[in-house]
């Protein structure tokens, strides 16, 4: 069984201060993709990024990057320079790659709620 | 930006009616799913759909029900709603296997009274 642990319940920064959000998870599939999406208080998911288990490059697009490290089963985003809009939920998710008939389904961590305070 | 469509955005209504909670999406997806979310806490899957005619119950129990008789439209139904089922609902799409993420729509907010 697949699991997503995200152990920051609430994070709290001041503008402009870095801030990284944690992600561990577990799987059995050698093939699995990790994403993380944002939850804004008006409810909807915004899908972030997608990683899958063979690239373990970082990446970084604008103020976020992404840290993923196979040998500790961690996928780790650090937004830098934060803002006040970045303030949401962040969850993470692992899909294992599935078959082609039955597909693959998303198994989310519980979520980090970001404030970030002017 | 992802063309998957919810309605209605918000309703309240009173217990006992039957609800009928749309979701759409443009982009040909085989796959959709309906979480079901509690504000601020992470989201249980509740239905998916593998295509047409396909329906599977998901990890976290629910007394609704889903049907996909066209690729593009899957409803998800409460024959008797009852203020247990206050919650949001969070319909998705996605292509391929586990590869594809999943693109949300705006999600229902239910209040039953």
């Known amino acids: 069984a697949q699991k997503v642990t995200q152990a920051q319940t609430e994070i709290s920064v001041v503008e402009k201060e870095d801030v990284t959000l944690d992600c561990v998870y577990e799987t059995r599939d050698t093939t699995y993709y990790l994403f993380w999406y944002k939850q804004p208080p008006s409810g909807e998911l915004v899908f972030l990024i997608r990683r899958n288990s063979f690239d373990e490059q970082n990446e970084i697009s604008g103020r976020y990057s992404w840290n993923f490290q196979k040998s500790t089963s961690s996928f780790n985003f650090t937004i830098t320079a934060s803002q006040v809009v970045d303030s949401a939920v962040y969850f993470c998710a692992l899909s294992e790659a599935g078959q082609e008939t039955s597909g693959s389904r998303l198994t989310f961590g519980e979520g980090t709620q970001l404030t970030v305070n002017p | 930006e992802a063309d998957i469509y919810q309605t209605p955005r918000y309703l309240v209504i009173g217990t006992g009616k039957k609800i009928t909670l749309e979701c759409s999406q443009t982009?040909?997806?085989?796959?959709m799913y309906w979480y079901q979310q509690d504000p601020g806490m992470e989201l249980h899957l509740i239905h998916y759909?593998?295509?047409?005619?396909?329906?599977e119950k998901g990890d976290l129990s629910s007394e609704s029900t889903v049907s996909r008789i066209r690729t593009e439209h899957f409803p998800l139904t409460l024959e008797s709603a009852r203020p247990s089922h206050t919650s949001q609902y969070l319909c998705?799409?996605?292509?391929?296997?586990?590869?594809?993420?999943?693109?949300f729509g705006d999600g229902t907010r239910l209040s039953i009274l």
């Open positions: 998705a799409s996605s292509e391929g296997l586990g590869r594809g993420p999943q693109h």
């Open positions: 759909s593998y295509g047409v005619n396909s329906t």
């Open positions: 982009m040909g997806h085989d796959k």
